[in-house]
């Protein structure tokens, strides 16, 4: 009858993800607060350099926007060596934060299943 | 006053512009005169019955061939060669400000007077075309505006003469009102408009004038999705739809009492797209399975102004507007909705 369908929206609203990871990672590490996405913690990457896509600086992106299906994809390429624990600039301790991240992400995972 | 507050202010002037106090020769809209016929006749009412200006509504003047040109049907140069024609009209008739009815026309009207300051050469190209095909030459006009900026520079002589406020006769409240910008009227050109493009200011100051409450809701600068060829093109109308859908669900939270816009496209598509979005979903956006009223500024003003809502046009609108004539405690006739006053 009409000739056309109303097109599904592309967008993607962040403010409807959950953020309860975020906010348990917060709590146990707070020195994520003082991250200013220097990309300093990406430059100095071993999986980095190995692996074209995987970018350390994106994953606190993606834990603040409460992406997790691709968080979770993207975390396991880390190898945890600590390298950008040493060069953050901030003293951010990044290698917490994954490690935090990962256990977040299966409680929260094992609990909305 | 601090010194935050001069720099507020100093800021804030850069987002007005002039707006001629009189003696406006008068543009119509193609679009407007079919979807809204009687939003024109309204304006030029009130201009000129209540405010005391002087328009003149030139039977010679023609479409500007906006819907044309943004749609790759005509050339560049046959659109400069018509709007060079109206500036000639204008100039014939002895004056010197416009007022123009039509956001796609205001648009593209500022956009030839930018390009022609950019290239002169292109002027005189069509100054030349002009002489060609009708021996007349124009002066360019002083003043531009768009219609609802002459009503926004006149809301509070309107305030003055009002006798229905934007209220809600039976809670005492003001109407919430969401307002919506057309894209050309200042996305463009950000110092055409008032407020820009970023803080429109044009409908809002008419609505808080006048007893209202404005809404800034998050979509409120989302294009209502008319974009001519999205929808002019059949294909592409899902397209279109969804950008209004977007705005109609951006606004849902707020409970708006009405819709205001300045464009004729946009008040026809976020009045007709509620239909269609009924129809293809079943969805509605206003209180009781009801759409939401859209209306134009002429409306709006003529409604406060105490005009019958059936003289003003109502009645060509998709979505019902008794439920907002009911909360302003309009007295109207539900049968001349559709037979017309008796004179």
């Known amino acids: 009858m009409w000739g ?61 926007r409460g992406e997790y299906t691709q968080l979770r994809n993207e975390l396991n390429n ?10 953050c600039p901030r003293g951010v301790n990044i290698r917490n934060i994954v490690l935090n991240t990962r256990e977040a992400l299966m409680k929260y995972e094992s609990d909305t299943i | 006053m601090s010194e935050q507050c001069v720099a ?25 005169q079919t979807f809204f016929p009687a939003s024109e006749r309204a304006y030029l009412n009130i201009m000129r019955d209540k405010l005391g200006k002087d328009l003149f509504d030139d039977p010679n003047h023609t479409t500007c061939t906006g819907i044309a040109y943004h749609s790759d049907l005509v050339p560049l140069q046959t659109t400069e060669t018509v709007i060079a024609r109206h500036f000639a009209l204008m100039t014939e008739a002895g004056y010197e400000n416009m007022a123009i009815s039509c956001v796609t026309s205001f648009g593209l009207y500022t956009e030839l007077l930018h390009t022609w300051e950019e290239y002169p ?28 900026d002459t009503i926004y520079k006149f ?16 809670t005492g409240e003001p109407l919430k009102v969401v307002d919506h910008i057309g894209c050309h009227y200042a996305k463009m050109f950000p110092t055409k408009g008032v407020g820009g493009a970023e803080f429109p200011r044009v409908l809002t100051g008419m609505v808080e004038a006048w007893g209202g409450t404005p809404i800034d809701y998050p979509e409120r600068r989302h294009c209502c999705g008319f974009g001519f060829r999205n929808y002019l093109v059949m294909a592409n109308r899902g397209y279109s739809v969804a950008n209004s859908k977007k705005k109609f669900e951006s606004m849902v939270p707020y409970k ?25 979903e079943g969805t509605t956006y206003g ?52 037979t017309g006053k008796k004179h």
């Not at chain 1, 348990?24 to 991250?35: A, D, G, Q, W, Y």
């Not at chain 2, 507020?8 to 407007?32: F, G, P, T, V």
């Not at chain 2, 500024?297 to 046009?313: F, I, R, S």
Request: charged share 25%.
């Open chain 1, 4 to 64: 056309f369908k109303i097109a599904k929206s592309q967008s993607i609203n962040y403010d409807r993800n959950d953020k309860e990871i975020m906010r348990t990672v917060l709590e146990n590490e707070p020195s994520l607060r003082v991250c200013m996405a220097c990309g300093a913690c990406t430059a100095t990457c071993s999986a980095g350099n190995l692996l074209p896509t995987f970018n350390i600086r994106r994953l606190n992106t993606l834990l603040q």
């Open chain 1, 78 to 87: 880390c190898m945890l060596c600590g390298k950008c624990t040493l060069v």
């Open chain 2, 8 to 32: 507020k202010q100093n800021l804030w002037a850069k987002y007005q512009k002039d707006i001629a106090d009189d003696h406006y020769y008068y543009c119509r809209s193609c679009i407007r």
């Open chain 2, 121 to 148: 050469e292109e002027e005189a190209r069509v100054r030349q075309y002009l002489w060609d095909a009708t021996r007349r030459e124009f002066k360019k006009p002083k003043n531009i505006a768009h219609t609802s």
């Open chain 2, 155 to 170: 809301r509070n002589e309107i305030a003055a003469q009002m006798t229905r406020p934007l209220v809600n006769v039976k």
């Open chain 2, 256 to 280: 708006p009492d009405f819709i205001v816009a300045n464009c004729p496209g946009c008040a026809m598509f976020l009045d007709r797209w509620q239909y269609t979005i009924q129809q293809m």
């Open chain 2, 287 to 338: 209180a009781d399975g009801q759409g939401i009223p859209s209306l134009t500024y002429e409306e709006m003003a003529g409604l406060v102004l105490g005009y019958d809502p059936w003289e003003l046009g109502l009645q060509m609108h998709q979505v019902p507007v008794e439920p907002l004539l009911d909360k302003m405690g309009i007295q109207y006739t539900p049968r001349d909705k559709w």
